[in-house]
């Protein structure tokens, strides 16, 4: 991919770059703590990891966090993994989560959406309200600081509070979308052995009743250490013999008391999508979290008070935790339970209209089924509200950038993020002050020391390398749950370069400071030593309309060779003929390089996912080598193991 874009697809205006929160927060910290008033955004980038403590203590100072306990001092400890912040403060983060209540108690702080579209506000009030009598039922049923409370819900308002209401307690939350078969679901909760479950029985998607009862039944069964069950009826139905009623829980006037927790205290368990084996249990802190998620939503997506944040999401995904966050800058935040097609392609657009969003986030995988579907958003929906359109889960193709330009608004800020389940949030993004070019992240996150490394830890600018981050982040994980000697956790991202963060993507760092994400280099592409990036491929593949999904597979072959086929997931009415198989190859010939062009074109039955939605690359690569499915990949986090069985089969017949 080029990064030698000639002009930018946005910019924005001086007006805008005056208003934005990043713009104001630079002069402060010019004024207040030494960074550069001058050169804009990369300066006060290169402050912020070069005086990393006095920038992180600028955003503590600048939303003022509370520290009923000070701290010593903003880094105790440097080395990663293993950082130490903030060391002998303490703090809550649902108290800052519910803090806009003070001023604004009447106003919405959630918008409930289903797939009636009518949205549903529950104002800060009633969300604090609720809070305050669903921990004090918490602490009535002996949940203590650090006991794991977990919720098998869909994003609902009722998950929220139970997420804040743990926090409160000092309780350590995690959640698994009723989606989930109750195996996955148990892959996940028995590593943390959680004392209460929160959980449905059962969700609405597109357009039909999903009974979960049998599951929750299994989950009760094989969580030993379960103390309590609360019962939300979704779908209408009674309590189970020995469950609590959610709103006997809830009912009570009764105020919030926030438990002072360590500034490193966990705060909830996220998970890996666990495709090669068991999920890992990522453990964040409060503190680390409050303050990377301020300076995320505040300083990038220029969040306030007078904002509307919709995310699509479920509560599997760290994306649910980044969205409930919103709360912390005061902002409302629009929850969404339902199908993101139903009942047609366009219907997060509606749901931002009705909503009136003003930043609307989705995948990039939506964005391109609109385009294929033909839908125009700004023909169909008044999304004059709608700042700023964000994207994650794959990197945002080209096409992407201009139909959204096109289609929405031309003075548009599309937003394509980066990051990782893995710190719940984003390496680069959304930077307000900053122009948008076609297939480009604008800049690494400040704070956030993101280069691109050869093999050897040298920096390139403008070539492909390693995502890695020298210097750690307040979110980073604090350990893995399960992993007594860190071991794991130190596997997981520090074994490529000693005390660097590798993440396992490739990206490039344009000579503009920007970023171009290429795809995961754990599923690398590597023809006679030159790496590809997957993602590349299926940006120029998909554009084809014959084409649905694709998946490209680099196997490396017992006699030295190597084969790279592509996969090919037609859509309705489309043939695998000679012609499209030319075009096919001459689209990647003429759009990346002959190098890029497959061995094979495959035509597939479907193309496999992760329960949050992304391709599963290297299971599949597994496969192909002959690894047996019950070691390729972990069965439970599939979205479709049917598919699974035709790359299985495949490989049998390659012998």
């Avoid at 969003?357 to 990039?364: C, M, P, R």
């Amino acid at each position: 991919m080029s990064t030698a874009n000639p002009s930018p697809l946005w910019e924005p205006t001086d007006e805008v770059v005056a208003q934005a929160q990043v713009t104001k927060f630079q002069a402060w910290a010019a004024e207040e703590h030494g960074a550069p008033s001058d050169g804009g955004y990369a300066a006060l980038h290169r402050w912020s990891v070069d005086e990393l403590d006095t920038f992180w203590k600028a955003v503590t100072e600048w939303f003022d966090v509370r520290f009923p306990t000070p701290y010593a001092r903003v880094l105790g400890d440097r080395s990663m993994p293993g950082a130490q912040w903030f060391p002998g403060a303490t703090v809550n983060y649902a108290e800052h989560a519910l803090r806009a209540t003070e001023t604004r108690a009447d106003e919405p702080a959630l918008l409930y959406v289903d797939e009636t579209h009518e949205a549903v506000p529950v104002t800060w009030f009633d969300l604090r309200r609720q809070v305050g009598s669903l921990a004090a039922e918490l602490r009535d049923l002996g949940v203590r600081p650090g006991d794991r409370v977990s919720g098998y819900l869909p994003n609902i308002p009722q998950a929220v509070v139970a997420l804040l209401a743990t926090a409160a307690v000092g309780g350590v939350w995690t959640s698994c979308a009723p989606d989930f078969g109750a195996r996955s679901v148990l892959d996940r909760f028995q590593q943390v052995e959680p004392v209460v479950l929160f959980t449905v029985d059962g969700y609405r998607y597109g357009g039909k009743e999903h009974d979960r009862r049998d599951a929750v039944a299994e989950l009760r069964r094989e969580l030993p250490t379960l103390r309590a069950v609360v019962h939300i009826p979704l779908l209408g139905t009674d309590a189970p013999e020995g469950a609590l009623e959610w709103s006997s829980l809830t009912s009570a006037d009764v105020e919030p008391v926030y438990e002072e927790v360590p500034f490193d205290h966990p705060l909830w368990v996220l998970y890996s999508s666990g495709t090669t084996g068991l999920p890992k249990a990522i453990v964040q802190s409060q503190g680390g979290i409050l303050v990377e998620h301020l300076k995320q939503l505040g300083l990038h997506c220029d969040l306030g008070p007078e904002d509307r944040f919709f995310w699509y999401t479920s509560t599997g995904w760290m994306m649910w935790n980044f969205l409930v966050s919103g709360l912390l800058t005061g902002t409302t935040i629009v929850l969404y339970d339902g199908s993101p097609g139903y009942p047609d392609t366009g219907a997060q657009w509606r749901i931002a209209e009705r909503t009136g969003a003003t930043l609307y986030g989705t995948s990039a995988a939506y964005v391109m089924a609109c385009r294929k579907a033909g839908v125009h958003p700004s023909r169909d929906f008044d999304l004059a509200r709608v700042r700023c359109v964000a994207t994650t889960g794959s990197p945002l193709p080209p096409d992407g950038f201009r139909w959204l330009h096109d289609e929405v608004r031309d003075d548009l800020w599309i937003a394509s993020v980066s990051g990782g389940t893995d710190v719940c949030s984003c390496f680069a993004g959304a930077v307000p002050t900053l122009p948008v070019y076609i297939g480009e992240l604008q800049a690494p996150g400040l704070g956030t020391d993101l280069q691109s490394w050869d093999p050897s830890g040298k920096p390139l600018v403008d070539e492909v390398g390693e995502l890695v981050v020298t210097n750690p982040m307040p979110s980073m994980p604090i350990r893995f749950w399960n992993d007594p000697d860190g071991s794991r956790y130190h596997d997981s991202y520090f074994d490529t370069y000693p005390g660097v963060w590798r993440h396992g993507d490739w990206i490039t760092v344009t000579s503009r400071g920007s970023v171009v994400i290429h795809g995961r280099s754990d599923s690398t592409l590597n023809r006679q030593g030159v790496r590809m990036g997957s993602a590349d491929i299926y940006e120029a593949v998909e554009r084809l309309p014959e084409i649905r999904e694709s998946l490209v597979i680099g196997v490396e072959q017992p006699d030295g060779g190597y084969w790279m086929p592509l996969f090919v997931h037609l859509a309705p009415g489309a043939v695998l003929d000679e012609a499209l198989l030319g075009r096919i190859k001459r689209t990647i010939r003429e759009q990346l390089s002959p190098r890029h062009v497959p061995d094979e074109v495959i035509e597939v039955p479907g193309v496999p996912h992760t329960l949050t939605g992304k391709r599963i690359e290297v299971p599949v690569k597994r496969l192909l080598q002959g690894t047996p499915m019950d070691r390729a990949v972990n069965i439970g986090s599939v979205d479709n193991v049917e598919l699974l069985r035709f790359y299985e089969e495949l490989a049998r017949q390659r012998g």
